[in-house]
């Protein structure tokens, strides 16, 4: 059975790999190469971003076009790091080796395999975006979407990752909302977010920007200020008049907002 790995141990693990490297841009290509693991991109149609795999007494990663990996673009970079994740962190790797772990989630182990993604995603946003550089970026500055916009492309990530990783050890709260076709998919907020609860548990409120989006087709004016019963359920009629922004990025049927209190 493959345990649980301390996320401190993780951020530790990955963290110092980044930093052995004196580039901003942590080099994924130098990390691959130094660990003599061969890279693959090629189409293998809807069924995963990456995949490591080991064989013959050595470790492969597979890389899925057919998702949207480009070679060099922040969604590749992402799942380049989220496989080699499989690969440092000690319970993956000789989960890997042993068969314990298969290169695909399976339902029948649907939690543990949960967990171990999880564990994977956060050693690549560690790796990515080392606390250290992160914060040296953002150092005294007044949140605005154009800091996730600066960092993503400092660091070369998604917003969506950089957003995450901003409400996680960035210098303001942030609530980032995933919808898709307007239902909610995944949520994330940093601990300090003023508001705990989403107006509904499954739906995107309508009146909120991405609800407007998904409900009358409105394209987002960039970012935008909502109030709390917008978004949130349990306001209380002292915070009623609180001001927040959310800046909603739509693409056809999915769209990401992120929320914060100005």
């Known amino acids: 059975m493959i345990k649980n790995s301390s996320l401190l141990g993780i951020k530790h693990l990955a963290e110092s790999i980044a930093l052995e490297f004196s580039n901003i841009i942590t080099p994924l290509d130098l990390i691959l190469a130094e660990e003599e693991i061969d890279l693959f991109y090629d189409s293998y149609g809807d069924s995963f971003d990456g995949m ?3 064989d013959d007494s050595q470790f492969f990663i597979h890389v899925n076009t057919f998702k949207g990996n480009r070679p060099n673009t922040p969604r590749s970079r992402f799942t380049i790091a989220h496989e080699l994740g499989h690969y440092f962190i000690d319970n993956h790797r000789i989960g890997l080796k042993k068969g314990l772990l298969s290169p695909h989630p399976s339902k029948n182990n649907e939690n ?7 564990e994977a995603d956060y050693f690549a946003s560690c790796l990515l975006m080392p606390e250290q550089r992160f914060k040296k970026h953002i150092h005294r500055k007044k949140f605005e979407f154009s800091i ?3 960092l993503s492309e400092h660091f070369q990530t998604s917003i969506t990752a950089t957003a995450i990783r901003f409400a996680d050890i960035g210098n303001h709260p ?3 909302v995933f919808g898709e076709n307007g239902k909610i998919k995944w949520r994330w907020s940093s601990e300090d977010f003023p508001f705990k609860y989403l107006l509904y548990s499954d739906k995107i409120p309508e009146n909120s920007v991405m609800g407007e989006y998904f409900t009358n087709g409105r394209l987002p004016n960039e970012t935008e200020e909502v109030w709390p019963i917008d978004w949130f359920n349990f306001v209380k009629e002292d915070d009623e008049h609180r001001k927040f922004k959310e800046h909603c990025i739509p693409h056809k049927h999915l769209a990401l907002s ?5």
């Open 258 to 262: 992120i929320i914060w209190e100005v």
């Open 112 to 118: 543990i395999h949960f967990k171990i993604e999880r």
């Open 174 to 176: 942030l609530m980032i």
């Open 52 to 54: 490591t795999i080991y």
């Open 148 to 150: 996730i916009k600066s």
